[in-house]
Nanobody, 120 residues
Framework: QVQLVESGGGLVQAGGSLRLSCAAS????????MAWYRQAPGKQRELVAR???????NYADSVKGRFTISRDNAKNTVYLQMNSLQPEDTAVYYC??????????????WGQGTQVTVSS
């Protein structure tokens, strides 16, 4: 079994910054791409940023130039540095990844979500 534990959300004023972390633990052999999604009230969950195991990244147009995704493969952890936050960034942020277990099984996992609130 694999668990994803997120941290780093909170309340910040517009223009401020936050850094989210998501650590994977459990019977992990290797981790595929890691990603951050977000879901605002009344809206569908959307991809924010994604990083492959080799470090290639892609971002939603709405966050390009403001957010940076990174990962520490030794710690099985993905980060999301969020700068110049705006009220429209307010949402619950979820990390997501695909994991190969030591038994050879593959599963897709989600974190529990962390609230990010940006006040104007």
């Amino acid at each position: 079994q694999v668990q994803l534990v997120e941290s780093g959300g909170g309340l910040v004023q517009a223009g401020g910054s936050l850094r989210l972390s998501c650590a994977a633990s459990g019977t992990i052999f290797s981790i595929n791409a890691m990603a951050w999604y977000r879901q605002a009230p009344g809206k569908q969950r959307e991809l924010v940023a994604r990083i492959t195991s080799g470090g290639s990244t892609n971002y939603a147009d709405s966050v390009k130039g403001r957010f940076t995704i990174s990962r520490d493969n030794a710690k099985n952890t993905v980060y999301l540095q969020m700068n110049s936050l705006q009220p429209e960034d307010t949402a619950v942020y979820y990390c997501n990844t695909g994991v190969f277990s030591q038994r050879g099984d593959y599963g897709v996992y989600w974190g529990q979500g962390t609230q990010v609130t940006v006040s104007s």
